[in-house]
């Protein structure tokens, strides 16, 4: 609870108090007003004020306005009449209750989403003469070694030049479990360290690190608003002056119609009781403040899922998402190629793929990586020479004084060696051995752990279509998609065709059902800029991709795209139901009153009770665990 609300809290209490209070003191008249006045003025001035304020601005017709006429005019009625003035300053009471409780609902909200993205490092360590110095992250420049002692936030992206720890990565990707770090490791920022001392060399500078993107996104995501929060905007501005008018008439033509028509007394005190009742019930508090309420917690419960959305527009987007298509390589594969079987080979596993290593050990392709990774040792260089790289074909080097040549088939048929096909889908290296074949290495791409869980949980959320893009050839595509259970597969494509085949999936999908595009490198950022709703990966996506989409997952897990349709679901269902429980219960109050069934305590209820109910059931988008 902030100052604010205390105060707000310490008034509340005073007044109630002195309202109780009042009720033992025999007083009457003048003296009996100015005593009433104490607890409403205690209570309301601050209404008042910023009535009057409206008022100048010619800005009147919001609540503040509403209140003030409802209980100055309830006020003048006591004067006249009963000299009664409990329900104006019961009518004030409430609605500052209710004003608090909405403050408070609202502070903890934000509360829970600032604890979640607490991530923002007040410094980086740099080592100077054997001492650390503490620097502001924004003038820590690319390459700089910087030092993260146990307990710190990584402050800048980079990768580990030496130190081995673990890392709490909760704050970004939702996961509890540490994850393990050493050196050659690429580290984000917004991780805290939790045992060893990691020395990081930064490769980005801190406005383009990833704490202050996801920082960047969560403090621009309310500025997003979506269709039903500008519905509420535009039905507050024609509702309120409306119903201000229907007061007037209430309150002026019934008498007039009595009077002038019927030949009955006016009764103006009635009548002005009922308008000024109806203006209490009136009041949409509960609309205005609920409905953003609603998607600021649905926001903050996805980024306590690790999914970041930018704006409370694509949450609505993506709750209607039906058809959702993926790009393979490094969305529902890892994007890291690794080697999955040796076959027909005439040496040991690990001699081939030492001889392999050796032999590539002066590339930096991909498959060379992969080869060097799988046989797992220190590499001496010195052993190789005569290395002959064949565009296109592969590696001929000598290993020890022996010719290795390591390549696909066309590197065989080059040398006049047999080679044995392979039925695996994959890159085949193929390898001769002082010209006699000696077996081929298998490499793949690795399926993510959750990818075939991905797609089985998106079907059950009732998405009616997957589809995969990719640029790989049709069998690698055809395996990965069967593998996955994937409906639908595209594959040899190019960067614009993928924009080409979501054109074509967008105009024969039905009109009203959303397209979700899930991608992370940069050629995807055309197609996450064209579909309904672009899902980047945010751990290690492109920075183009990440900044085209619309929503970041940030651990890269596939599984998390339907926990963000649900999340997005639920927020909507929640949103429908304050829109429909508001409106409904304010339409039967707004009778009642104006036929005089309803008076100044119900009309309490109708506007700070359904408030209230409404809030509440807006913070339930905050809880997202179960879903």
Known sequence: MNKKQKKMLTRIVVAAVLLVALHFVPASGIVRFVLYMIPYLIIGYDILIKAGKGVRNRQAFDENFLMAVATVGAIALGLTGSGDYTEAIGVMLFYQIGEWFQSYAVGKSRRNISELMDIRPDYANIEQDGTLTQVDPDEVEVGTVIVVQPGEKVPIDGVIVSGASSLNTSALTGESLPRDAAPGDEIISGCINLTGVLKIRTTKEFGESTVSKILDLVENASSRKSRSEAFISKFAKIYTPAVCYSALALAVLPPLVRMLGLGLAAEWGVWIYRALTFLVISCPCALVISIPLSFFAGIGGASNAGVLVKGSNYLEILSQAKYVVFDKTGTLTQGVFEVSGIHHNALEDEKLLEYAALAESASSHPISKSLQRAYGKELDRSRVTDIQEISGNGVIATVDGIQVAAGNDKLMKRLNIDCIPCHHVGTIIHMAIDGKYAGHILISDVVKPHAKQAIAALKQAGIQKTVM????????????????????????????????????LLREKPEKAKLAFVGDGINDAPVLSRADIGIAMGAMGSDAAIEAADIVLMDDDPLKIAKAIKISRKCLRIVYENIIFAIGIKLICLILGALGIANMWLAIFADVGVMILAVLNAIRALFVKNL
């Open 469 to 504: 893009l990719t640029g790989d050839i049709d069998r690698v595509a055809e395996q990965v998609a069967g593998e996955l259970g994937i409906d639908t597969v595209y594959s040899e494509l190019l960067p614009a065709d993928k924009v080409e085949k979501v054109e074509a």
